[in-house]
């Protein structure tokens, strides 16, 4: 069974997804930056007796991240699945989100996802297998107003998931981008202040405000019907159990909507486009070097 390190595990998806991993047999490593904040994980997995090793990783502290993996192969032996989830929404309009809530959130949704496949790339190698998933978003294939940071954060993340995507493959690496619409998670309630729904800080004077206000107030009448985190924890064992064919996969029929519009083509068209033009079929079958030109 899997060795799966999972980031953000105390709530919403990565909890749901500890949750799945562990129903299916695997070994889950439930990371998150405070471990005293597990009970609600604890309490989930024992009532259907059920465990998990739970771990401290603030996904901001790259300078850990060897230490970290290292752990996990001493204790474990082995990394075969990293689910990238810990994520942070900051919503606001560009002039009013304060230069560190932009760095913050490129940092937790785009650069931190990087840094740990790059940490766990080499075992991985090692291993000539493994599987690094990305909890995306619609605002990574769709730019709405409002949202700068987090639509920032969520198309780097996509557009370099895709990048690495045919780097990785020769060593039987795989890599995936969940979609998903909108949950009832912690996320919505950790990016307002108390009863506003605004972030804490927000200028009071901003030509924005209403507009904001209105999308959020929006978004927040429609959490009651929002879907549960299990869908995508569910998903997240099929996803880490396939053969990587497939690169986005769309939690549910509102995600597949969207990226039925967005994209134009189906991913393996969009796929054989990118290997044409990016040159990489050589590398991906494990050669050394290019073929000659004809
Ligand atoms: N909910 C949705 O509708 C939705 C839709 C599309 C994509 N997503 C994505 O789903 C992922 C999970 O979010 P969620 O909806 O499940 O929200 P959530 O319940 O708020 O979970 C986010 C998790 O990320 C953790 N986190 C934040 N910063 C961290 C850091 N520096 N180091 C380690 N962990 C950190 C949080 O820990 P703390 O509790 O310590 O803050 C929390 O465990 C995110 O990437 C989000 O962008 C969510």
């Not at 929002?226 to 064919?245: E, Q």
Request: glycine fraction near 8%; include cysteine.
């Amino acid at each position: 069974m899997a060795i799966v390190v999972i980031t953000g595990s105390n709530s919403g998806f990565g909890l749901a997804a500890a949750l799945a991993f562990a129903r299916n047999g695997d070994t889950v490593v439930a990371t998150m930056r405070d471990p005293t904040r597990a009970t609600t994980l604890r309490e989930a997995l024992a009532a259907e007796e059920l465990e998990a090793d739970v771990r401290s990783l603030d996904v901001t502290k790259a300078g850990t991240f060897a230490d970290f993996f290292s752990g996990v192969v001493r204790d474990h032996g082995r990394v075969d699945v990293l689910v990238n989830n810990a994520g942070i929404l900051r919503p606001g309009a560009l002039e009013d989100i304060s230069e560190e809530a932009l760095r913050l959130t490129m940092e937790t949704n785009a650069i931190a996802p990087l840094l740990l496949a790059k940490a766990v790339l080499p075992i991985m190698r090692k291993q000539e297998a493994g599987y690094i998933i990305m909890i995306s978003s619609l605002s990574g294939i769709a730019g709405l107003p409002g949202d700068v940071a987090y639509t920032a954060s969520k198309f780097a993340l996509e557009g370099s998931t895709e990048a690495l995507r045919h780097e990785i493959d020769r060593w039987g690496i795989k890599v995936a981008l969940v979609l998903c619409g909108m949950y009832a998670t912690g996320i919505f309630a950790a990016s307002k202040n108390k009863d506003e729904l605004l972030p804490a800080g927000y200028p009071m004077n901003s030509v924005y405000r209403p507009f904001v206000v209105s999308r959020l107030a929006e978004i927040h009448a429609r959490l009651p019907e929002a879907f549960s985190p299990s869908v995508v924890g569910n998903l997240l064992v099929d996803v880490a159990n396939s053969d990587g064919s497939r690169l986005r996969w769309s939690a549910d029929p509102v995600a597949e909507r969207v990226l039925a519009t967005m994209f134009a083509h189906s991913d393996a068209e969009r796929d054989e486009f990118l290997r044409n033009v990016g040159g990489s079929d050589w590398w991906s079958d494990g050669e050394l070097q290019p073929p000659e030109p004809k």
